[in-house]
């Protein structure tokens, strides 16, 4: 199976450390979720993909081959993001010419059928569109490129309810016809959950998580109850975050419950309570 390794990879800047040994696999066949708080180092993984970006130390290789200015490599990779790289004075249907180019697979049938489906005009040019809509012309040139590893970074940034979970169902749609690995950073996280196969967790440049989601979910519980209740039934645990409103607190928990007593409520914490926990609290 294809897969990219993401080997040791280490950023430095300047003035500071953007990612710190950072490994992983994508396998072609899933869908990912990149996730952390802003500044984790998750647009710089990004970046790396598609040799935007280059690290300090360490590689990202394509089936064993590393991708720094490999050509055959990186037509198997595709990333979008909110950064403006393509010349805003092309339309949409002059950027989806012009990737047939590098990207051979590049399907402009598909790419006209979902601009139908998003309402997008594919004459109009990318400055004449609102943020909303560039962003799903990006999210459309990702999908329709044929690349087998897609990378999109905060591919919901501008988009309204109803486009967002358009999107996430033409995601899933592309997955299962193409098998494309999906790898997808977003601040969406609970929307997005239903998607994400496995999820990669970064906090301060680090790869803190890679689980089955499911798994992930599963490896921690929310305790609520009156603080002295729950103070007192987290005494000696490992405990992830707690915060208290008056007299009522909530406590993330690793593990599983035990001895629960009937003053405390217990349930599973959404993705994106675990990750708040996992990453700092919502300071």
């Known amino acids: 199976m294809s897969m990219m390794e993401f ?6 800047y300047r003035k500071k450390t953007a990612l710190s040994g950072v490994s992983f696999t994508v396998a072609k066949g899933s869908i990912y979720g990149l996730l952390g708080r802003n500044g984790a180092g998750k647009t710089t993984l990004v970046n790396m993909a598609d040799n935007r970006d280059f690290p300090t130390s360490g590689q990202v290789l394509l089936d064993g081959e590393n991708i720094k200015e490999n050509d055959k490599a990186l037509r198997r990779i595709y990333c979008s993001g909110v950064e403006e790289l393509i010349p805003t004075y092309m339309s949409v249907k002059e950027v989806l010419a012009s990737m047939r180019f590098f990207y051979k697979d590049c399907d402009a049938d598909y790419a006209t059928e979902l601009c139908k489906r998003f309402g997008l005009d594919p004459k109009k040019k990318l400055s004449q569109l609102s943020t909303g809509y560039r962003m799903i012309a990006k999210d459309i ?3 329709a490129s044929g690349a087998e590893f897609i990378f999109m970074d905060e591919p919901t940034l501008g988009l309204d309810p109803n486009h967002r979970e358009l999107l996430y169902k033409v995601i899933l749609e592309r997955f299962s016809e193409t098998e494309a690995a999906f790898v997808i950073s977003t601040h969406q996280i609970d929307e997005c959950a239903g998607l994400f196969e496995r999820c990669l967790i970064i906090k301060e440049g680090q790869l803190i998580a890679n689980e089955d989601s499911d798994k992930l979910r599963r490896s921690a519980y929310v305790a609520e109850g009156k603080t002295v209740d729950v103070e007192a039934y987290i005494a000696g645990k490992e405990v992830l975050s707690c915060e208290s409103v008056g007299s009522f607190s909530t ?4 593990g599983e419950p035990q001895n629960v007593p009937d003053s405390i409520e217990i349930s599973q914490p959404s993705l994106q309570q675990l990750l708040i926990a996992l990453t700092g609290g919502g300071e």
């Open 141 to 143: 040139f990702a999908l």
């Open 7 to 12: 080997k040791a990879v280490c950023k430095d």
């Open 251 to 254: 406590a993330c928990v690793k």
